[in-house]
């Protein structure tokens, strides 16, 4: 059942410090090029504030679909507010720098999740599908900050684990919390559906009609404790934001190359090495191909081999693109990676004895070479809060910003509720609502959504500009409005305006 060297298993002291290392490992890979680039108070990865920033509206009382625009479900508002509570003793900043450890942490744990999946199976696939997922760009990249993709994944990861064992999934009790989970993380991201699909077609078929109706159960059930009182306070909203917003998208450009690239983990090297990139792509492509092949051999993989195909299809389907899609599929090829080390020692060890000794060597070497790139990985920009904080301090009434993440890192955003201000952390996302209401003009050439920016941003006693520009969504009269408001406080590139131009509040 297992590979070579896995006649005596290891004590469990040994196990425990394996899997404390690996965990290791992936805290440190998430962590130190944060630290290396941007640091823990940066602006960075619009989205992750917008979900922040909707939990700390949530805990001053401001409901998501209601009183703000939030365009996904409230799972990651619910997840993340717990940190957003900090913010009241230690402050916005503090406690979305607390949250983004908390999600370096959950990293840890999905590595050591699938280290415990593979380990019945295989001590050193166990290890090395466990540092595989440590070190993979695509984990890496989401695991940093306050994303979907780390709650989703864990919650896909954990319920793989207990539905992976046969004496598990025999267990009504631990089949409802694996369904729980899946529907848990279909809350935070809707792409959770397809993942429960798999899972549940391939349980009826393991287990039975039964079994299913106990995930079906579970993963109803927690979709319906986290969604229901956010659609009675406002069903059309929610329904239009979370579903109608999300299928509306528009296709994007994207080639196929590239989207291989982010979902293999050569995200890193798409600029460096962009003349090499088709035959990477092709080679990571391949080597994938025959570690789900090689890893079917395992019983315990063979649900998340099937994962890694259909999720992997899904992405290269989907009409959107961003580079933090391929997390959603990080964990299903961690353990198909990892579970394809050992038929593949077993087969080099019939051809000559001494051949699995190099093979172990070369994916050693090939995975700390893997990993040598996440030291340049480069996530957001460092913010200078201090030197602002000083002028906002003393302002009246609310500052306004077109990102939301520099209203967290000036410890304003509570401020502004207290205050009563308009919560508006998504300016982007409404041009999705706009979309959805028959219109198919883009930022640019939609007066509209000009005007609900210009109306928004001249709100307060203050604005920061950061996101938006001409090159990104403003006209030429829009940014020329906004450079005409004075400067109060200046930064490097960051410059505080009092707003001139009055409109209504939106």
């Keep these: 059942m297992g590979d070579e060297g896995e006649a005596v298993a290891p004590a469990p002291r040994l196990g425990w410090l394996l899997a404390l290392a690996i965990a290791a490992a992936a805290f440190l890979a998430r962590l130190i090029p944060v630290l ?3 640091g823990l108070y940066a602006v960075k990865q619009y989205d992750s504030a917008v979900y922040f920033g909707a939990a700390i509206g949530l805990v001053h009382g401001r409901m998501p679909y209601r009183d703000f625009l939030l365009l996904h479900p409230p799972g990651i508002v619910l997840a993340l507010a717990p940190f957003a509570v900090l913010g009241y003793g230690v402050g916005d900043a503090q406690a979305m720098a607390l949250a983004r450890l908390g999600c370096m942490l959950l990293g840890s744990l999905n590595a050591v999740v699938i280290y415990r999946i593979l380990r019945p199976a295989t001590i050193f696939g166990a290890v090395f599908g466990g540092l595989f997922y440590a070190v993979f760009y695509p984990a890496v990249a989401v695991e940093q900050t306050t994303r979907l993709e780390p709650v989703a994944g864990t919650c896909l990861v954990v319920a793989l684990l207990l539905l992976c064992r046969e004496r598990r999934r025999d267990v009504a009790g631990w089949v409802v919390l694996a369904g729980a989970l899946l529907g848990y993380a279909t809350v935070v991201k809707i792409w959770g559906v397809v993942p429960f699909l798999v899972l549940a077609v391939w349980l009826l078929r393991a287990a039975g009609l039964r079994q299913l109706l106990w995930l079906t159960l579970g993963a109803v059930g927690a979709g319906t404790v986290v969604c229901l009182p956010f659609f009675l306070a406002s069903p059309v909203q929610m329904w239009r934001y979370v579903i109608v917003n999300q299928v509306d998208r528009a296709r994007s450009a994207t080639p196929v190359t590239a989207r291989l690239a982010d979902m293999t983990g050569l995200g890193l090297l798409k600029q460096p090495l ?15 191909v025959l570690a789900a092949v090689l890893a079917t051999h395992l019983p315990e993989a063979r649900l998340a081999v099937a994962l890694l195909g259909i999720l992997s299809l899904m992405l290269l389907a989907v009409p959107s693109w961003f580079p933090h899609y391929p997390g959603l599929i990080a964990g299903p090829a961690a353990i198909t990676v990892g ?8 087969r080099t060890a019939r051809w000559r004895p001494r ?4 093979v172990t060597a070369a994916l050693v070497v090939g995975l700390t070479v893997y990993a040598v790139p996440l030291r340049g990985a480069r996530f957001g920009h460092s913010f200078p809060a201090a030197r602002l904080q000083a002028a906002v301090r003393t302002l009246p009434g609310c500052i306004t910003s077109d990102d939301p993440s520099t209203l967290i890192e ?3 955003l509570s401020r502004n509720l207290d205050r009563g201000c308009h919560l508006s952390l998504d300016l982007g996302g409404y041009s999705y609502v706009r979309r959805s209401e028959g219109s198919n003009l883009r930022r640019h050439n939609d007066p509209e959504w000009q005007r609900f920016a210009l109306s928004y941003l001249s709100s307060g006693s203050a604005t920061l500009v950061v996101r938006y520009s001409t090159r990104f969504g403003f006209t030429r009269a829009t940014e020329a409005t906004i450079n005409r408001w004075p400067v109060i406080a200046r930064a490097g590139r960051y410059q505080l305006r009092r707003p001139s131009w009055v409109a209504p509040p939106p």
Aim: hydrophobic share 65%; proline share 9%; with cysteine.
């Design 355 to 358: 051949a699995p000794v190099l």
């Design 339 to 346: 579970a394809a080390t050992g038929p593949l020692l077993r």
């Design 410 to 412: 000036l410890d304003v």
């Design 274 to 288: 962009a003349a090499w990139l088709p035959l990477l792509v092709g080679v990571a492509v391949l080597c994938f």
């Design 36 to 38: 290396r680039s941007s």
